[in-house]
């Protein structure tokens, strides 16, 4: 993309170059100005004749700082427009797909790319230049200088460009991993109050330390390349200073007069080092990065968050090769998974205790990360566990928690009434009320974190068993607020999936998906844990999950032996609620 950019402002860049050329011209007059000072003027016993050209190379610096004026001119006129074309393409791409966090995001990186490819255009610029005044320079003093100098520095730069690819990679991989790292500090951040409430400190500190490690080993990998670069100044920059210094008796035998070594040690102190140095500065961290940036913006993607990505699209949520294991050495509970839910599905996930369900939806809230494979969600989205969360402050501070800004309460209200939390609402005194979370019964408790999720700007909703507290009626009124949104919801009744587009149903050994009547008709272990068909016998429920015949048992788990509630592995019956036909009777 670089190489385009430069074929497409051709001639601005020879403009620059023109005006490079009269700060070639003082470098070169920089080293022959001081030879001849000494040779012709000061130590000739004509000191007239020195101060003349000792002014000519101040004339020279002159005329130079105005060439690098019009310089700076020249490269805002070549960077300026590039500028113009990345907002031009982000700004389409972000109009098209009509997210403004994304354009905020990328408009960002444009201002970066810009500043960073002028600082580069001035970097190479003047090492190009420079180099070219100061090789011309020493010939010119005295031919056998060039290779003494010439030599390691071509080593030198040689060196340097066979870092520049390793190093790229490096820095990519450490602005990924700072990236990785800030996102991952912001959510803990944000969500500290959830992590005091539900004691995740450690799980919190563990997946933080992760990023963490992984960006001290991104940096210590940058910094071995770094080694490598600054070795390559060392052979390009002061190695010839070293000749230099070493062959001085061989060089004065060999036609080298006194002002000639002067001159070249200020040609490689003043000029060649100095230049090699932002050279290799400049292209080795500012190069690396506008790599990564302009990779980003062409490619329409900022770099995602670990776990989980965020993107507009018709399918909010996709899984790809889906694979998550608690710890290294178990086995895995969600295993090589494809799913993608359509936007405005509502999808029951079913299947007996302990089979992984929550652990599904911990993956889609991206509170879980993924062993293997990729979540994609298009949108915010909000998790409503079993055990929901209320805490001691008013009931509007509790409904509005999920919500960036706190939403007016006409919607506090439309919401708590639309899950059927009104009357509760009522009965509390009104949005001011303090709520005592242990006056709450479990269900109301329930009602509360539903509403709060309604109220919340989230496309996405992941019901965890969230209304098993409720009965039948009030758990399909609280499920039908949420119609128009994509919801995954843990059916924890056979309503849940009877109301659903879709069942996923988990059985261990792999996931199958079809509408509530189709799994009826082609999976007994469907029927079986629906409770749709009693005379079926009971299934042979193997690894990875087992069931205990205990019923009744409570939700203990005890290292993969699952204990089932209510019924052997079965979800919960209930009456007909009236939406699409019946089930047994509880
Ligand atoms: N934090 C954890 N550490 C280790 N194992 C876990 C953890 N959480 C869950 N598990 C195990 O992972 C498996 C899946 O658990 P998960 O809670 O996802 O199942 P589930 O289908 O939602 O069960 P239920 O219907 O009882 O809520 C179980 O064997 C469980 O014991």
Request: glycine residues 12%; charged residues 20%; hydrophobic residues 50%.
């Amino acid at each position: 993309m670089l190489i385009a950019l430069l074929r497409r402002h051709k001639r601005v860049l020879l403009r620059l170059a023109g005006w490079s050329l009269l700060e070639s011209a003082q470098t070169f007059l920089l080293g022959f100005a001081l030879a001849r000072a000494l040779d012709d003027g000061f130590l000739a016993g004509r000191a007239a004749t020195g101060l003349g050209w000792l002014a000519a190379a101040a004339v020279a610096v002159f005329a130079g700082a105005w060439g690098t004026r019009r310089v700076y001119g020249a490269v805002a006129a070549f960077v300026e427009p590039v500028r113009d074309e990345l907002v031009r393409a982000v700004v389409t791409r972000g109009l098209r797909e009509a997210d403004d966090a994304a354009l905020s995001r990328l408009t960002q990186q444009v201002e970066l790319a810009r500043d960073t490819l002028a600082g580069l255009v001035l970097v190479a610029r003047t090492f190009v230049f420079t180099a070219a005044g100061a090789l011309f320079g020493l010939f010119a003093l005295a031919p056998v200088l060039l290779p003494v100098i010439g030599c390691p520095l071509l080593v030198g730069l040689a060196l340097f460009a066979a870092t520049l690819g390793p190093l790229a990679r490096r820095q990519e991989d450490f602005l990924a991993a700072d990236e990785r790292l800030a996102a991952e500090l912001g959510l803990l951040a944000g969500g500290l109050r959830d992590i005091e409430a539900s004691g995740a400190h450690d799980r919190a500190a563990a997946s933080a330390g992760e990023r963490i490690d992984d960006e001290y080993r991104a940096a210590r990998s940058l910094a071995y390349w770094g080694v490598a670069r600054t070795f390559a100044v060392g052979i390009g920059g002061r190695l010839p200073l070293v000749l230099l210094l070493v062959t001085a008796p061989w060089l004065l035998r060999h036609g080298v007069t006194a002002g000639g070594l002067a001159g070249a040690l200020a040609y490689l102190t003043q000029s060649l080092l100095p230049a090699l140095q932002a050279l290799v500065q400049g292209l080795g961290t500012s190069g690396a990065r506008l790599t990564v940036v302009l990779r980003r913006l062409t490619a329409g993607e900022g770099e995602p968050p670990a776990g989980v990505r965020h993107e507009s699209g018709a399918w909010p949520v996709r899984l790809r090769g889906l694979v998550f294991a608690y710890g290294p050495g178990a086995a895995p509970v969600v295993d090589r998974l494809d799913l993608t839910v359509p936007a405005g599905e509502r999808l029951a996930v079913a299947g007996p205790s302990g089979i992984g369900k929550s652990t599904l939806l911990g993956l889609i809230a991206g509170v879980l990360r993924p062993d293997a494979g990729e979540v994609t969600t298009g949108c915010e989205r909000v998790l409503v566990p079993q055990e929901a969360y209320v805490f001691t402050a008013t009931l509007r501070e509790n409904l509005g928690y999920f919500s960036p800004q706190l939403p007016c309460d006409e919607a506090l209200s439309g919401s708590a009434e639309a899950v059927g939390a009104g009357p509760l609402l009522e009965r509390l005194g009104g949005l001011d009320a303090v709520l005592d979370p242990a006056a709450l019964s479990a269900a109301e408790r329930q009602l509360v974190a539903l509403a709060r999720a309604h109220v919340a700007p989230a496309p996405l909703v992941l019901l965890d068993e969230a209304t098993c507290h409720l009965d039948p009626a009030a758990e399909a009124r609280a499920e039908r607020a949420f119609a128009g949104r994509t919801l995954v919801v843990v059916a924890h009744r056979t309503g849940s999936a009877r109301r659903a587009d879709r069942v996923l149903l988990m059985d261990g050994a792999r996931a199958e998906l079809g509408t509530h009547e189709e799994l009826l008709a082609r999976s007994a272990f469907y029927r079986d844990l629906t409770g749709a068909d009693p005379s079926h016998p009971p299934l042979p429920l193997g690894d990875p999950y087992r069931v205990d015949p205990v019923a009744g048992a409570g939700l203990a788990s005890d290292g993969g032996h699952v204990v089932a509630h209510g019924a052997v592995g079965k979800m919960e019956p209930e009456r007909d609620v009236g939406d699409r036909g019946s089930f047994r009777g509880e």
